[in-house]
């Protein structure tokens, strides 16, 4: 698998482990397990971000709770069909971890670089109190033809400048991933709280 691949999609976090292992799935007798890592932001808030692991690169037996991770690798979507239609489930596949004896000081501890195609067209709104806002679908190629979807957020001036995107141009992003709840309708009386998932563009670049 070439490097290049492989350098389309980064991430880098830094956090405390908040939940145990959850299985997720099984590739060639290769466990892989899902764990909640939290990440602090500047301002006082935290977005919780899954991270999926393999079996190999730690001990799921382990309760890791409250432990400083870093842990490098690949935001990935796929997609799981639940009531008659599919949702797009986000993650970060971790290739590397490393623990940390406490919290890091100033460190950049929620880095993105993603390198991909637009595939939907954008959707540009102002928020009631004026601030403009851009939502946007990437495409990152992943090895054997398979395709990371990635939604991604920009503000002001990007949002301004990522209205104008046009399906198949190529952009580069590069933010932090954030979470966000929101609550989801699922019918007249019944509704559920979920998060979502996506990246917030501080910097883009793009070519048609």
């Not at 993105?112 to 495409?139: H, Q, S, W």
Request: a negative charge; glycine letters at 6%; aromatic letters at 12%.
């Amino acid at each position: 698998m070439s490097d290049k691949v492989i350098e389309n999609n980064q991430v880098s976090v830094i956090g405390e482990i908040v939940s145990e292992f959850s299985f997720s799935h099984e590739v060639f007798g290769e466990g892989f397990y899902m764990m909640d890592v939290m990440v602090k932001r500047l301002s006082d808030s935290a977005d919780v971000i899954p991270v999926m692991i393999s079996e190999r690169l730690i001990d799921v037996t382990e309760d890791y709770t409250g432990e400083y991770i870093r842990v490098a690798g690949q935001f990935r979507s796929y997609n799981r069909h639940e009531e008659k239609k599919n949702r797009l489930v986000l993650s970060v596949f971790a290739r590397e971890v490393e623990f940390l004896v406490d919290e890091v000081e100033n460190a950049k501890t929620n880095q993105i670089f993603l390198d991909g195609y637009i595939c939907k067209a954008p959707v540009y709104r102002k928020t009631p109190l004026g601030r403009e806002i851009a939502d946007l679908l990437i495409a990152v190629n992943r090895p054997y033809g398979k395709s990371d979807y990635i939604p991604c957020i920009c503000w002001g001036r990007n949002a301004r400048f990522a209205s104008g995107f046009e399906v198949g141009g190529h952009a580069q992003i590069w933010g932090r991933i954030q979470s966000r709840e929101y609550v989801k309708k699922i019918d007249e009386t019944e509704s559920e709280k979920r998060i979502a998932y996506e990246v917030s563009v501080s910097k883009l670049e793009y070519e048609e």
